[in-house]
Each structure stands twice: as structure tokens, then as C-alpha cells.
């Protein structure tokens, strides 16, 4: 379990296509910091299980299913991503409880400024848009956000300066695709009233 508390951008250093897997190194030097084999590591939003840990660099391989719903199928040497240790239990839950399990590829459709704040509107399937609530929570490439907005397939979500600058979003455009998780907790009451009803 994840916090959607970015600690650090890190960087992809190889990506080894084996089979139908990927395996993943990224260099990471605070989140690599006591990180070992077997642990979990959140990269854009996804979990994934370190196989080799060494200063500054983590290793992780990258199931099918995985590579199917998320943008880690894309995944390229260079690309910087957002890596957050799994949270300990005494830990402080600043964004909201993120699994790591995406549930699918949102498009960015435009980004505005205004305010001071950078407002990203993106495009997901409707089965993801329906758990999506104005006010409610939602993880953008593993970043607890707020959903500021909705309107036809989009939602919107506003980042701060600081969010902009120590995540990978800041740098999004127009077109880029982002991982989406849904808030569990909206997921699971949606899905219950409708079982209900």
C-alpha cells in the first residue's frame, strides 16, 4: 500500500524485453535507501516487486497483465517516473491509500495554468469514469490528487506548484498517457449500492 506521496523522479536505466515480461531498472537514490529484494515499490503509480537492489538502482520484471493496463507497455530508457516506497504502518497517510493495482490508461486531453495552478483534464474509459466523483480521490501516475472537475469522458485535476515540480506530472502534455487508479473506497461503495439495488 501507497500513500500517492511521491518521495522522488526517478529514471529508467534499461528496459529488457523477456518473453512476454519487461524487466525494469530504475535509478532511484533515496527510494533505493534501505530498499531490498522482495520489497514494493510504486513506479508511475504501479507495484512492483524489487528482484535486485543495489545503491541507487532498483530492478523489478513486469508481468503481462500489467504491462496490458498500464504505460509501463511504453516504457523506454530515460523516462523519468514517480517512485514511492510501500508506507509502514506507523506511517502518516498525506494523499489517500493507493494499492498500486491500476485499473487503466487515462490520455491527457489539455493542461491550462491559471491561478497559480496547473489544471490537467484527462480522458479515461467510462468504466473508470464512473468511480471518478467530483471532490474525491483519484491516483494520476501514483499522485493523490483531488478530482477538481468532470465533464463529458474527462475529469480534471488542479496541481499545486510543489506537486508540478516534484512529480512527473508538471511535465505532461497534451496527449501523454498516465496510469489511473481508482479511489478503492469509491469503488467499493459504488459496486456494493449496485449489488444492493
Known sequence: MFTGIIEEIGTIASVQKKGGCIRLAVEAARVSEGT?????????????????????????????QTIGLSTLKAARR???VNCERAMKAQDRIGGHIVSGHVDGVGVIRSRRMTAGQ???????????LKYI???GSVAVDGVSLTVSGRRGGCFSVSLI??????????????????????DMIARMSLDSAQKGS
Open 161 to 182: 506548484p510543489h506537486t508540478a515540480v516534484a512529480t512527473t506530472l508538471g511535465g505532461k502534455t497534451s496527449g501523454s498517457q498516465v496510469n489511473i487508479e481508482v
Open 133 to 135: 466523483f467530483l471532490r
Open 118 to 128: 496547473k489544471t490537467l483534464w484527462i480522458a479515461v474509459s467510462p468504466s473508470l
Open 36 to 64: 531490498k529484494m522482495g520489497d514494493s515499490v510504486s513506479v508511475d503509480g504501479v507495484c512492483l516487486t524489487v528482484v535486485e537492489a543495489g545503491p541507487g538502482r532498483l530492478v523489478f520484471d513486469v508481468v503481462p
Open 78 to 80: 530515460g523516462a523519468r
